[in-house]
């Protein structure tokens, strides 16, 4: 057997072996469609009497039903009544958006609208992924709410592991480079700048049942490019992070921590420069 050969032998193999679970656009077609549902601003339909809101929740209900039919990896997704369980949660999560997309909207001077903020904010995007990726991963449900969330990283650049505890009132401001790692906890009116990572200081497999990622407590900022590693690491309650602080250690509550530099003037002189 040739080497060509063998490889077609070998894809098709692994073609006979692959699971059933659908491909991830099918996973995002529903995502994208329950979003048009839950927020018409991103929907090419109006759904403006009460009869086709229920359908459209009925033929929405079906198709997650194919997916988690399919989904070998989720192991609650024989169950019966979970269908039902995660559209009667779509009201909470709702009322989370709502109030993301009120602090995005208070955060940020250059939102002219809340609606602004839902039809072109990359943060509203990656924050509605999550809240119902993570719920999903609540459930038991597995590699659905992961295919979600990385669509979302590839839309937006902001990438938000669906296991992340997220509080409420959650602002991302520019997004871009945002990393939030799996075990991460976020506290309530938490607002965040582009190119920030909550991430591990191990990457070591052995360690992944542990709390690896930080803790951010409630009414805290964190500035563009600031890293803050570990589980042990807690940013206390009203605390400033500024830009590119690199932090592995727990601060307390109304803190502000800054990044230093050292400049050398002609003369050899050197000035420490606090960034604020």
């Known amino acids: 057997m040739s080497d060509y ?14 699971t059933d ?3 991830p656009k099918e996973i995002v077609r529903f995502f994208d469609r329950l979003l048009d549902l839950l927020f018409p601003q991103f929907s090419e339909s109006r759904f403006t009497e009460e009869n086709t809101v229920k359908d459209r929740i009925e033929v929405l209900k079906k198709e997650l039903r194919f997916l988690l039919d399919k ?3 989720c192991m609650k997704s024989l169950e019966d009544g979970v269908v039902d369980e995660i559209f009667e949660k779509l009201p909470e999560i709702r009322s989370q958006l709502l109030l ?9 001077p250059a939102a002219k609208s ?19 990726a993570h719920y999903l991963l609540t459930l038991g449900i597995k590699l659905i709410p992961r295919i979600i969330s990385e669509n979302a990283h ?12 997220i509080g409420d009132h959650f602002c991302i401001d520019h997004g871009t480079g945002i990393v939030i790692g799996e075990t991460t906890v976020i506290g309530s009116r938490v607002k965040i700048y582009q190119g920030v990572t909550l991430g591990g200081l191990s990457v070591k497999k052995e360690d992944a049942r ?15 490019g600031a890293t803050i590693l570990g589980g042990d690491t807690v940013i206390g309650k009203g605390s400033i992070v500024g830009g590119n602080v690199w932090l592995t250690k727990s601060v307390p509550p109304n803190s502000k921590i800054y990044y230093q530099a050292k400049m050398t003037n002609s003369k050899g002189e050197v000035d420490t420069i606090t960034f604020k």
Do not use: W
């Open 5 to 18: 050969e063998r490889f077609i032998s070998e894809l098709t193999e692994a073609h006979r072996n692959a």
């Open 21 to 23: 679970c659908p491909p």
């Open 71 to 73: 989904n070998t990896e």
């Open 100 to 108: 993301d997309i009120e602090a995005m909207y208070q955060g940020d």
């Open 114 to 132: 809340r609606e602004e903020v839902v039809r072109s904010y990359p943060g509203f995007y990656a924050i509605s992924a999550h809240r119902f």
């Open 154 to 165: 590839r839309r937006t650049g902001i990438d938000i592991h669906p296991g992340a505890k």
């Open 210 to 224: 542990i709390k690896r990622h930080p803790t951010i407590e409630d009414n805290v900022v964190l500035y563009a």
